[in-house]
């Protein structure tokens, strides 16, 4: 075999290697037997192939489609969504889903749906087979009713997906922070915990009837209190609390008041030995006033001699009525202060 033989059967096979890669003849033949002729051109598979589009996945999702009676998705919309970073297999699937069970989905909206990272198959079970969320998804939520008793609950909500709310709604957190909302409000509505203990059910009425899905992925189907306790009394603590606090306050304020007393005595008994000490000033004037009227003639013997008896007869009346007694035993240290 010469050379020249040898170079053209190598190109014969590279050749037929290259056809078969960019013409994939088995899956345009399953094409043209699930689809009929004319869905899917060998033209159609070479330019998915020049894209860097994988063939297979397009055209699976369009023989499913067309078997499932979507006739409207084409194999120009799935290779769109897929240069756009969709999950083309998820939102055939979800389109197949959607029409079996009467949910009016679009291609517009589906492929909207998983473009903005939502699991559209995911949604469209959803919204045939509602789902539970815990609210809270542990433990419970506190609330004080009226009487100031702690009440504990919990509760589960069954909700479906909202499709044309999906775009842009709100999650499972937003529908969890409302329901715990409601749950605290209409406890602490409530005029007694016992009036929550009996009816359970006039939570959820209350939460419900304060259209909580709104603006969320969701519809709420119902909200259920699956469990009731009674917690602390907050009321009593509440006011124990206020209690200490007015005692502190009130302390504090006979304190001050016993400080001004205290200060007010003390102010009193400077001022009686400022006030006795000028009696004291006065009375030692007194012999100075005398001597200088012995002086001066305006005061004879005789009137010294009836002053002192005038004197005496006041001290012996004293005496007799026990007020001098009286006077000594009262304050004889502060009367000697005051002479010192």
């Known amino acids: ?48 192939r020049l894209r860097k589009i994988p063939p297979r996945l397009v055209v699976d999702g369009v023989i499913n489609a067309h078997k499932a009676g979507l006739e409207d998705i084409s194999t120009e919309l799935l290779e769109t969504h897929f240069l756009a ?46 789902k539970v969320i815990d609210a809270p998804k542990d433990g419970t939520l506190a609330a004080v009713a009226k009487d100031g008793i702690e009440v504990k609950a919990r509760a589960r909500v069954t909700v479906r997906t909202n499709i044309p709310g999906l775009v842009g709604g709100a999650t499972d957190e937003t529908i969890i922070a409302r329901v715990g909302e409601g749950i605290v409000s209409a406890i602490g509505s409530s005029a007694t915990y016992k009036a929550v203990l009996e009816n359970p059910d006039n939570i959820s009425k209350a939460v419900l009837s304060k259209g909580l899905d709104a603006g969320t992925a969701y519809e709420i ?11 602390k009394n907050i009321g009593a603590r509440l006011q124990a609390d206020q209690a200490q606090a007015d005692l502190r306050v009130a302390q504090a304020r006979a304190e001050t008041r016993r400080a001004m007393a ?49 004197k005496a007869d006041t001290g012996m009346r004293r005496s007799i009525s026990g007020e001098d007694k009286n006077k000594s035993t009262e304050a004889p240290e502060d009367h000697e202060e005051n002479l010192l």
């Open 1 to 48: 075999m010469s050379i020249i033989s040898v170079i053209m059967l190598a190109f014969v096979l590279f050749f037929v290697v290259t056809i078969m890669y960019f013409v994939p003849v088995g899956m345009w033949i399953q094409a043209i037997v699930s689809l009929g002729l004319g869905k899917i051109t060998i033209i159609d598979l070479i330019r998915m």
């Open 262 to 310: 205290v200060a007010e005595e003390q102010e009193m008994k400077a001022r009686t030995q400022e006030m006795q000490a000028k009696v004291v000033e006065a009375e030692a004037e007194v012999p100075k006033a005398m001597s200088q009227a012995f002086r001066e003639g305006n005061l004879g013997i005789f009137d010294y001699y009836n002053m002192q008896n005038i």
């Open 221 to 231: 189907l119902s909200i259920d209190i699956a469990d009731v306790d009674v917690g």
């Open 85 to 130: 970073g969709g999950n083309v297999a998820n939102v055939v699937s979800a389109m197949i889903a959607a029409s079996k069970a009467n949910i009016d989905l679009p291609f517009t909206t589906s492929t909207a749906i998983d473009l903005a990272g939502r699991d559209v198959k995911t949604a469209v079970q959803t919204s045939v087979y509602p």
